[in-house]
T-cell receptor, first 114, second 111 residues
Framework: KAGVTQTPRYLIKTRGQQVTLSCSPI?????VSWYQQTPGQGLQFLFE???????NKGNFPGRFSGRQFSNSRSEMNVSTLELGDSALYLC?????????????FGPGTRLTVL | ELKVEQNPLFLSMQEGKNYTIYCNYS?????LYWYRQDPGKSLESLFV?????AVKQEGRLMASLDTKARLSTLHITAAVHDLSATYFC???????????FGAGTRLTVKP
């Protein structure tokens, strides 16, 4: 069974640009969560989607948005990039709506903002 | 606001020694997760603890959960170099795959 895949793996952008990251969950998984990891703030929850609906959003500005498609693939978008958005962005998938099961993480997309 | 605190944040051990990593959280939850992260890599799930008193063991690692004390421990037995990594605990209080992570414990096992 294929794992969670994320594309692209590495990305370099400049301030003010926007970026879209993609996450394909494990086949059959319907929940996709996104996390930002930085050395200073650690792992922070961005948002979670289940059956195309955003159920929760972390404490991030509106520049961070996402969506989920009917095939459970998810994208997140960051507009008007800032230097502080440089981070490893991880997505995780889970088969069910509740967390009584583990989440499986993808390899991450490393975003560098210059 | 939920707080998840791990200690120690840095741990240097000699091979063959035992040690425990602690994870405290500030609100009620009966679900606690442990992950491992190697440098430059993603997170690997180690344990899912779903009830008070839960204990799970895999190789040299054993995790336990005390929901009344809001405390989980990750015990390392007879450490080996391959265990060198950063270990995270995480809590989901909303039961909807919204996990809040501790700061991580960077473990280095020296020969």
């Amino acid at each position: 069974k294929a794992g969670v895949t994320q594309t692209p793996r590495y990305l370099i952008k400049t301030r003010g640009q926007q970026v879209t990251l993609s996450c394909s969950p494990i086949s059959g998984h319907r929940s996709v969560s996104w996390y930002q990891q930085t050395p200073g703030q650690g792992l922070q929850f961005l948002f979670e989607y289940f059956s195309e609906t955003q159920r929760n959003k972390g404490n991030f500005p509106g520049r961070f948005s996402g969506r989920q498609f009917s095939n459970s693939r998810s994208e997140m978008n960051v507009s008007t990039l800032e230097l502080g958005d440089s981070a490893l962005y991880l997505c995780a998938s889970s088969p069910l709506a509740s967390s009584y099961n583990e989440q499986f993480f993808g390899p991450g997309t490393r975003l560098t903002v210059l | 606001e939920l707080k998840v605190e791990q200690n120690p944040l840095f741990l240097s051990m000699q091979e063959g020694k035992n040690y425990t990593i602690y994870c405290n959280y500030s609100t009620t939850s009966d679900r606690l997760y442990w992950y491992r992260q190697d440098p430059g890599k993603s997170l690997e799930s180690l344990f899912v603890l779903l009830s008070n008193g839960a204990v799970k063991q895999e190789g040299r690692l054993m995790a336990s959960l005390d929901t009344k004390a809001r405390l989980s421990t990750l015990h390392i037995t007879a450490a080996v170099h391959d265990l060198s990594a950063t270990y995270f605990c995480a809590v989901d209080i909303h039961n909807n795959n919204d996990m809040r992570f501790g700061a991580g414990t960077r473990l280095t096992v020296k020969p």
